[in-house]
């Protein structure tokens, strides 16, 4: 079965196209509710599963953050040469992914929304020895162990958190471990990433709760510190865990998603009754897509 999905307006123009990433272990599924939620607002949806992950788990072992960097680069290339407004967005890994695409195709990326970014790990239900993961998983003993997913598997909800444990419990929509594998090229990833955050100048959305169980604000904060860009926005939940897509403040996040959204649309998307889109405004642009 396919987890992968694409949501493609066929009776309209769509105002442009978004490519989602999901997060470290987990697949499109995660994003299925957030892609429909934009695609009812006019735009076209993209979401693959990342490298080593979707049915074939064990890939898990052998991949690179590279690969996931190549992934996700030639996602946004095919979109670009098809779209004129492209926006990315992720979650946890994903939304790192998100950046990494911005820092590269800083001219061409119309806007960046980034959700529980995770460059660290130090969210609060991490052992107490989570300082010592990134000595740990550099050495051999990373292909040898995996740490369990176990509560609260992410998110506060606890009747969203009961389904989604029957789900993982399936195997059916992601991993119900997280290999260490997967985390050693996690912070291989987020450390390029940091070390180039002053290129970065796309327009950006930060969105992560103050309760993250898996990567604290500091991601989020050392993201917005250190970036160029004039254009950005951080905001910090406080009824959430990591999942911010299927918990309490899920339908603020899609409103505040969809607000970013559409005021980054390029101005030469618009056209009143005729009228050349050089002539409208920005405030009466916005107007209309909101």
Known sequence: MSLNFELIHDDMEP???ILLFHGLTGSPFELKKYGQFLYKNGYDIYADCIPGHGDNFEDIYTVTYQ????FAYSGFEKLKSKYENVFVSGLCLGAVLAIAVGLKYKEQVSGVISLSTTLFLDGW???WYKCLIPIGI???LRFYYNYPECEPHGIKNEK???VVKKLLAKGDVGMNDFPMTGFYELLKLSSYVRKNLYEFNVPILLIHSQEDDLTSTKSAKTVY????STDKEMIILNDSYHMVLYD???EFVFNKAIEFINSHISIEYATIAGKPSDDIDKGTLNSILK
Not at 225 to 228: G, L, Q, R, T
């Open 15 to 17: 105002k442009g196209a």
């Open 67 to 70: 690969d996931w960097l190549n």
């Open 125 to 127: 239900r991490l052992p």
């Open 138 to 140: 550099s050495t051999i």
């Open 160 to 162: 969203t958190r009961s």
């Open 225 to 228: 510190s250190k970036i160029s």
């Open 248 to 250: 309490n403040e899920k």
